[in-house]
């Protein structure tokens, strides 16, 4: 069986973020296409997601949450990880990356020494795109290209269906 690297040595460290509450910084320079971090925690199926977490009764969305795929959800806030910490952002320094059902996050670009890491949670939901959808998703990461929300959000094309 292959021996999956976890992380690359003591890169990381939890601070204050300017973005959102804790939030995972850079400690040495890290070189583009480093991976930093695997995503950990509980393995657990969408079913029981949706029972230990409703968007709709949360004052404020909240989760350490990271869908796999349509079988499996990693629950970070159950054995995970310092990766559960790394903020959401439209312009981010890093990118997660799929390997055999296990998530790692990835330098996509040099990440300097005390820059926070990032990366775009891409986050899908099935409901129309609403004000009050918007509302209980934004986004913090104050880039210049900030789309206001961690939804990915799909553009219509002219006849209403979604390119």
Same mark, same amino acid.
């Given at each position: 069986?292959?021996?999956?690297?976890?992380?690359?040595?003591? !890169?990381?460290?939890?601070?204050? #973020?300017?973005?959102?509450?804790?939030?995972?910084?850079?400690?040495?320079?890290? @070189? @583009? =296409? $480093?991976?930093?971090?695997?995503?950990? =925690? +509980?393995?657990?199926?969408?079913?029981?997601?949706?029972?230990? /977490?409703?968007?709709?009764?949360?004052? $404020?969305?909240?989760?350490?949450?990271?869908?796999?795929? +349509? /079988?499996?959800?990693?629950?970070?806030?159950?054995?995970?990880?310092?990766?559960?910490?790394?903020?959401?952002?439209?312009?981010?320094?890093?990118? #997660?990356?799929?390997?055999?059902? %296990?998530?790692?996050?990835?330098? !996509? @670009?040099?990440?300097?020494?005390?820059? +926070?890491?990032?990366?775009? /949670?891409?986050?899908?939901?099935?409901?129309?795109?609403?004000? $009050?959808?918007?509302?209980? %998703?934004?986004?913090?990461? =104050?880039?210049?290209?900030?789309?206001?929300?961690?939804?990915?959000? /799909?553009?219509? #094309?002219?006849?209403?269906?979604?390119?």
């Amino acid at each position: 069986m292959k021996k999956r690297d976890k992380t690359n040595g003591n !890169m990381i460290e939890l601070r204050e #973020s300017t973005i959102q509450g804790c939030g995972v910084y850079a400690i040495v320079n890290i @070189k @583009k =296409g $480093k991976r930093i971090i695997e995503y950990t =925690g +509980e393995r657990i199926t969408p079913e029981e997601e949706n029972l230990r /977490y409703d968007d709709e009764t949360m004052e $404020k969305h909240h989760t350490f949450l990271f869908a796999v795929d +349509e /079988y499996t959800t990693i629950d970070a806030g159950v054995n995970g990880n310092e990766a559960r910490f790394i903020n959401h952002s439209c312009d981010p320094n890093c990118e #997660s990356v799929d390997e055999d059902g %296990y998530i790692f996050i990835e330098a !996509m @670009k040099n990440i300097k020494k005390g820059e +926070e890491l990032t990366y775009d /949670y891409a986050y899908e939901n099935d409901e129309p795109v609403t004000q $009050k959808l918007l509302d209980r %998703y934004p986004c913090y990461c =104050g880039a210049s290209k900030c789309r206001g929300t961690i939804l990915m959000i /799909y553009p219509e #094309s002219d006849d209403g269906l979604i390119n």
